[in-house]
Nanobody
Framework: QVQLVESGGGLVQPGGSLRLSCAAS????????MGWYRQAPGKQRELVAT???????NYADSVKGRFTISRDNAKNTVYLQMNSLKPEDTAVYYC??????????????WGQGTQVTVSS
């Protein structure tokens, strides 16, 4: 079994910062791409940022320059540093990871979601 556990969400004022983390554990052979997605009330889930095992990153235009994704391969953990937060960043943030199990079968796993609220 593989689990992704997220932490770091909360309430922050506009212009503030939060750092999300997501740790994968279980039967893991390797992790390919890891990423963050978010879903606001009444809206579809959207990609925020991704990072490959080699360190290549991709960001949604709405967060580019404000958010930074990183990963610690030794800890099977991905992070999302969120700066200059705006009210429109308010959403439930989900961690995603494409993981190869010991039988070499790839599968996309999702974290439980963590609420980020940006409000005065």
């Amino acid at each position: 079994q593989v689990q992704l556990v997220e932490s770091g969400g909360g309430l922050v004022q506009p212009g503030g910062s939060l750092r999300l983390s997501c740790a994968a554990s279980g039967s893991i052979f390797s992790i390919n791409v890891m990423g963050w997605y978010r879903q606001a009330p009444g809206k579809q889930r959207e990609l925020v940022a991704t990072i490959t095992s080699g360190g290549s990153t991709n960001y949604a235009d709405s967060v580019k320059g404000r958010f930074t994704i990183s990963r610690d391969n030794a800890k099977n953990t991905v992070y999302l540093q969120m700066n200059s937060l705006k009210p429109e960043d308010t959403a439930v943030y989900y961690c995603n990871a494409r993981i190869f199990s010991r039988n070499l079968v790839p599968y996309d796993y999702w974290g439980q979601g963590t609420q980020v609220t940006v409000s005065s």
